[in-house]
């Protein structure tokens, strides 16, 4: 059966994207920051409100502040973001607020994982900044971050350069999709 014709190199990207659970130490360079984060701009949301908003962490201080308030809502000492240099964090309204805040703040974690993938750098979601940021301390954090009031932690991504090479592709299962006529 022919295929349709789409970007091969689009699709092996796609193919090829892996979590990356090991970074080297060095920081990424702010150009290929700023396309990732351009990347997450371009995440579809819906009726095109754009609410998420995207915050950049860099600075070991509050990485180290990150880390701490993170591994401690894992109940765990290791660092839940991998060692990773750069720190990307979602946020968006409040599902009272918006009830689509959940899937479009994923949409911009997966098309800034897409596009690090995509230009040499490692990705890996990371959860739990729901809790963190739902604190006090947290909350703190958002104001520092200079957010408006009123929005929760979505995600976040570790970023930066794969310590290792990436693992292989699982299997896709079985009957994965559907298609009805």
Not at 51 to 56: C, K, L, R, S
Not at 127 to 143: A, H, I, K, S
Request: hydrophobic share 45%.
């Amino acid at each position: 059966m022919d295929k349709v014709n789409m970007d091969k190199d689009y699709l092996q990207m796609l193919r090829t994207r892996r979590s990356v659970r090991a970074y080297r130490p060095e920081q990424i360079r702010e150009e290929e920051l700023l396309a990732v984060l351009e990347a997450g701009t371009y995440a579809p949301t819906a009726m095109g409100r754009q609410d998420p908003w995207i915050v950049a962490v860099q600075n070991p201080e509050v990485i180290a502040t990150l880390v701490r308030m993170n591994a401690a809502v894992m109940g765990v000492e290791s660092n839940p973001y991998y060692g990773a240099p750069t720190i990307v964090l979602v946020f968006a309204s409040r599902i009272e607020d918006w009830s689509n805040a959940v899937a479009d703040g994923s949409l911009v974690l997966g098309n800034m994982m897409n596009a690090a993938h995509a230009i040499g750098l490692a990705s890996c979601w990371i959860n739990r900044e729901r809790e963190m940021f739902d604190t006090d301390e947290g909350r703190r954090l958002m104001q520092q971050f200079g957010l408006p009031e009123g929005l929760m932690g979505i995600g976040s991504i570790a970023l930066g350069y794969a310590a290792q090479p990436l693992p292989q592709a699982k299997p896709r299962k079985k009957n994965y999709y559907r298609i009805i006529k």
